[in-house]
């Protein structure tokens, strides 16, 4: 009864890894860094400093034009 559990897990890992890829890919970012979110723990600190403390690369470019 192993599978039940673990169909459970993948589909709210694809619940959450899925938006925030859409994160990371409007913020110019590459979306794999929504992988972040599997890390135990401290994954999704990881991804919140990481949008809120590093440049934005789309502000970027859209400064530049």
């Known amino acids: 009864m192993l599978f039940p559990e673990m169909g459970k897990i993948i589909i709210v890992a694809l619940m959450i890894i899925i938006p925030v ?6 913020a110019g970012f590459h979306p794999a ?7 135990p723990g401290f994954g999704l600190l990881l991804i919140f400093l990481q949008l809120a403390l590093l440049p934005w690369p789309s502000k970027q470019k ?4």
Not at 21 to 26: A, F, L, N, T, W
Not at 33 to 39: F, H, N, R
Not at 62 to 65: K, R, S
Request: proline residues 0%; without cysteine.
């Open 21 to 26: 890829g859409v994160i990371y890919k409007k």
């Open 33 to 39: 860094w929504a992988s972040l979110v599997l890390l």
């Open 62 to 65: 859209n400064e530049e034009d």
